[in-house]
């Protein structure tokens, strides 16, 4: 079919989707004839007829210019007051921008169109964020309409410097993209190739988010999350300032972080609302249930299968005697509860609000009392799985804990196979992975490895925020100030 | 290849730990108590252990001992301690472990008979705690004082346990562990010290220590010089003094410094104790916080610690046995004339001069008392 701006063609294009409209409107004062192209219930239809259409039947002057072309700058310089107007010459720009709701009346003789943004269709209101609440602090979060977002993080960052780059992905869905970054502070060479990145993602559809991020993770292999989504627009403006540049997706109600580190994923909002002291602790105990949830079932496997030295008495003989008339090993009680506790917390994600709520209080009963009374498992058992999986969920972010979850169940294979030794095996495997891993540019365990100790203070203690005066050297290489 | 390392990697870990006698918790008996004897030239080594329910140990019945609650002992004889070890994991139903044995209990007669023959075979258990405590049993076998412990239902270990706290409130470190010992028997220059048990009617008792010589028992000590070892070791946490004007005061902080001199092959120590005592309990009407009270109560404790002091320092030059490792002191401070001196270090140990240099402060315990 002939790629041409022209009524036909597109009438043709469409002629069997009902919601789009291709219908001709006529000057009368001129006798000029246009085409309206839109699709129905994604345009404000009462503001096309009330700024456009009426001001046309009723402009006095339009009669005084007799051609297509003049109609059209007549109409792009005041004959038709909007805010965003633009002539399209490219039929395929031309399809996506009405495909995205814009409204375009398209001129067959000048096979172009002039295009007016006049979208509405319905959405999301912006509501507190359901992930990463705060008590103190700001409550808005992200919706699914890009432009929404992208304004939520200019209300943020009234620097001239934001620049908010636009971008489509997806060969049939066309998907928007913005690309925000402060100039003045980001490092160009990662911008650019986040950009050339995101340029060669050939795929039909941007369904789900991991059709975007796994093309944009620099190790895609590894389980812990190198990019990092958000809901909240203050933790997007504050990580653009420090030179890490987000990505917006339209039909994501949450923006990507690039790029992220692991003390990024262990940092909460909450953290800069309380006193540094009060943030500090917090992050310690977040932390601490980091090494609880990898390492406390894996622990008690080679604690009670190999070395029990690593039990203080009282505990070695309470867990002898729990274990006793316990017919399975301590490997296959704390796997199978572990893979129990992974069945509830996904049953109860599938499961309408309510019954979720019940299916956790009944699997809880099931799970630890019953099977306790059955001896089919230990009592302790119990509590280290439970206590595990709790410390799970601290994590303030839920790509990183589903991640740990993983590990954890390799640790535990681990210990089963060689006790302690294993662990530690798996350990300097895990060590070294984490040292090597590189997300453009930024060591993944950065700012733990980083030489410069400006750039410790805000890890696993938070200093006050008078002591952050540096950004990091990879982010921000031309400025690294942030406060004198 | 990653994968493969991936696939190998815990295959490689089940190989490697082969030897490492996977075992479940609940299908081992962990020994407790370790009790060491010697006699007829055979070693028996009892060991107690928990029995937890009715279906755990038992122990083998031609084996062990008597057993009453939940503690039970099994019994192993060999010609040497490992021996008699060897012989209890091999008779016993279940497999022995060491790794949560607390305590070792030696007889007097394997502690006649020599410390290292018992202990050696603990230096080279890689499973062993090394903060386990040794004792001596006072003119006692361990397992007839096991047994007897047994006998009277009260839980060994528990009681053991309970005495190394009462240990800890007196003394700021406990040097009986298995790696002090271990390293004391290294130094044959001074004497090993271990302190030795008696069984009281309400539990068990530490009197003071038995002193090795050459790694046989040579003698037990009495409680007050055994105190007068701690006060030179600097480990004194808390001591009473009972003075005759019906004072009791509690020493609440100590600080002993030795200081070794010798010239022309004449050794000479100097003692420099600190202390600082609280008041107790005062049965007189004098206010014994006027000047010249405090300074006679001062002098008071000072020659009260004095005579537990020279009690072990007398001790020591009348045996000739070096009981508070001052070998390595005086080899430290002087180093050019310790070579002089050390063949005949033994003999030397009886000629030292002690000089003693003792202060101290009373300070007031407000509560209501005046």
């Not at chain 1, 795929?203 to 809901?231: G, R, Y």
Request: glycine letters at 6%; a neutral charge; charged letters at 25%.
């Amino acid at each position: 079919m002939e790629q041409v701006i022209n009524s036909q063609v597109i009438k043709e294009l469409f002629s069997k989707s009902g919601d789009v409209l291709v219908r001709p409107i006529k000057i009368n004062q001129n006798d000029i004839t246009f085409h309206i192209f839109c699709v129905d219930g994604m345009i404000d239809s009462q503001l096309v007829d009330r700024a456009l259409l009426r001001s046309l039947r009723e402009d006095p002057y339009i009669a005084q210019y007799k051609t297509e072309k003049a109609v059209m700058d007549y109409l792009q310089n005041g004959g038709a007051y909007h805010v965003f107007t633009k002539e399209e010459s490219d039929y395929q720009l031309l399809l996506k921008y009405v495909m995205s709701g814009m409204v375009a009346f398209i001129f067959d003789g000048e096979k172009k169109a002039i295009i007016y943004d006049i979208r509405m269709f319905e959405k999301r209101s912006i509501s507190e964020p359901t992930e990463e609440n705060v008590i103190k602090g700001a409550k808005d979060a992200f919706v699914e309409v890009m432009r929404i977002n992208t304004v939520l993080i200019r209300r943020r960052i009234r620097s001239e410097y934001l620049v908010i780059e636009s971008l489509s992905v997806g060969k049939v869905s066309k998907t928007d993209l913005s690309l925000c970054y402060v100039s003045n502070i980001v490092n160009m060479d990662t911008v650019s190739k986040i950009r050339e990145k995101i340029k060669a993602i050939d795929i039909d559809n941007i369904s789900t988010p991991a059709f975007i991020e796994e093309f944009l993770v620099e190790n895609p292999k590894s389980l812990f999350p190198q990019i990092m989504a958000t809901q909240r627009p203050d933790r997007i403006s504050a990580n653009l300032s420090d030179g890490r540049i987000a990505l917006v997706v339209d039909g994501l109600p949450f923006v990507y972080l690039l790029p992220c580190q692991l003390v990024m994923l262990m940092q909460s909002p909450e953290d800069y609302a309380n006193h540094y002291f009060v943030g500090s602790a917090l992050r310690a105990i977040r932390y601490i249930s980091m090494i609880v949830t990898l390492f406390l079932p894996a622990f008690y496997i080679a604690a009670t299968t190999y070395q029990n030295q690593m039990l203080p008495v009282q505990l070695a003989l309470s867990t002898q005697a729990a274990k006793q008339n316990v017919p399975f090993s301590s490997s296959t009680e704390v796997l199978g509860l572990l893979i129990s506790f992974e069945i509830l917390i996904e049953a109860g994600l599938r499961l309408p609000k309510t019954v979720g709520t019940a299916m956790s209080i009944l699997g809880g009963i099931i799970v630890g009392q019953a099977a306790v009374t059955a001896n089919i498992v230990s009592p302790l058992v119990v509590v280290i799985v439970s206590l595990a999986g709790i410390a799970g969920f601290i994590m303030p972010n839920q790509d990183l804990s589903s991640g740990i979850r993983v590990i954890r169940f390799v640790f535990a294979f681990l210990a089963s196979a060689g006790g302690f030794l294993g662990l530690t095996v798996g350990l300097i495997i895990l060590i070294t992975h984490l040292c090597s891993m590189d997300n453009y540019g930024v060591a993944y365990l950065s700012p733990f490895v980083d030489i410069d100790e400006s750039n410790h203070k805000d890890t696993i203690f938070r200093y006050p925020i008078r002591y952050f005066r540096k950004r990091t050297e990879k982010l921000a290489p031309e400025n690294h100030t942030k406060q004198k | 290849m990653k994968k493969l390392i991936l696939l190998l990697v815990p295959l490689l870990l089940c190989g490697c730990t082969h030897d490492f006698s996977r075992k479940e918790i609940d299908d081992i008996d962990l020994v407790l108590v370790l009790g060491i004897d010697y006699s007829n030239n055979q070693y028996t080594v009892s060991g107690l252990y928990n029995s937890g329910s009715a279906s755990a140990g038992g122990g083998s019945s031609s084996n062990s001992g008597s057993g009453t609650g939940s503690e039970k002992i099994a019994q192993g004889k060999g010609k040497t301690a490992y021996q008699a070890l060897e012989d209890l994991k091999l008779k016993n139903k279940k497999t022995i472990s060491l790794a949560q044995t607390g305590s070792f209990l030696i007889g007097s007669d394997a502690a006649k008979h020599g410390i290292r023959e018992s202990l050696d075979f603990l230096s080279r258990d890689e499973t062993i705690k090394m903060e386990g405590l040794i004792y001596v049993i006072k003119d006692k076998k361990a397992s007839d004082f096991m047994n007897e412990g047994i006998k009277n239902k009260q839980t060994i270990h528990e009681d053991l346990e309970a005495m190394k706290q009462k240990q800890q409130e007196t003394l700021t470190r406990n040097d009986n562990t298995v790696v002090n010992i271990l390293n004391d028997m290294d130094q044959t220059l001074s004497s090993i010290l271990v302190p030795y048990l008696i069984a009281d009617k309400s539990g068990y008792l530490i009197q003071g220590y038995a002193v090795f010589d050459q790694y046989k028992l040579k003698d037990y000590l009495d409680e007050e010089t055994s105190d007068g070892v701690n006060f030179l070791k600097n480990i004194m946490r808390s001591y009473p003094v009972y003075l005759e004007d019906k004072i009791s005061l509690l020493i609440s902080y100590t600080n002993t410094k030795l200081k070794a001199k010798i010239s022309d092959r004449e050794i000479s120590v100097k003692i420099k104790l600190n202390f600082e005592t609280t008041v107790k309990e005062v049965l007189m009407e004098q206010d014994i916080f006027k000047r010249k009270e405090l300074d006679k109560l001062t002098g008071e404790q000072n020659s009260y610690i004095k005579d537990i002091l020279e009690k072990a320092t007398n001790y020591s030059k009348i045996s000739g046995l070096d009981i508070f490792g001052l070998a390595r002191l005086v080899e430290n401070q002087n180093v050019s004339e310790w070579k002089n001196i050390k063949d005949n270090w033994n003999t030397s140990i009886s000629t030292i001069n002690y000089d003693y240099d003792i202060n101290s402060k009373i300070t007031k315990a407000f509560i209501l008392g005046k």
